[in-house]
C-alpha cells in the first residue's frame, strides 16, 4: 500500500438497507407536508365550489364579485345580497382575500377562510361587527375579471358605472 492510499473499511452489514429506508422516510414526510399544505395560500385556505375558466386572476386586475362574509359563529358580517355585485381592486382589499382572490377564475365559486393575521388582526374596522383576532369565512362568485390599467383607461373616457367591467 502506497502513502497516497486511505484504506477504506467495509461497510457494516445492513448500512445500505438503512440508508435507503432513511431516503424513503424523508419522501415520504415530502409528500405529506405537500398533501397537507394543499387548498391553502399562505394560511388562507380555498375550496372550489364551482370551477371558473380563463386566465387566473392577478394582483394587478379588477374584479366584479357576488360575496358574503361571515364569522366563525355565522354571523354575516357583509354581504353582496341586495346591493348587487360589489368591484374590487384585487391589490386594494386585506391581503387573505387578495391572496385568495389570486387563485380564481372568472366564473367560479369558492369558499376561503381568512386567518386574522391576513384579515384585520386586532385592529378591525371601527364600528364593524368583526371583533379584534377573528377569521373571516367567505363564499365569492366571480362573476367578471379586468386589468385595472383597462378600467383606468376606460373611466377616463368618462364611461359610468362599473369602467371596463
Known sequence: MSVSQVPL???KRGALAKLWLGILLLVAAAVLLAWAGAGQTG?????????????????DDGVLIEYEGKLDDGTVFDTSAGRGP???????VVP???QALQ???KGGRY???LPSDL???DTPPAGSPIPP????HFTVKVLEVAPMEAIMRGAEGGAGGQPGL
Not at 383576532?133 to 373571516?136: E, H, K, N, V, Y
Open 86 to 92: 360589489a368591484f374590487f381592486p384585487v391589490g386594494g
Open 43 to 59: 394560511g388562507v385556505r380555498i375550496k372550489t365550489l364551482a370551477p371558473g375558466s380563463g386566465p387566473v386572476i392577478t394582483a
Open 133 to 136: 383576532g377573528a377569521d373571516l
Open 9 to 11: 473499511r467495509p461497510l
Open 111 to 113: 369558499q376561503f377562510t
Open 119 to 121: 384579515a384585520y388582526g
Open 96 to 98: 387573505g382575500f387578495s
Open 103 to 105: 387563485k380564481m377564475q
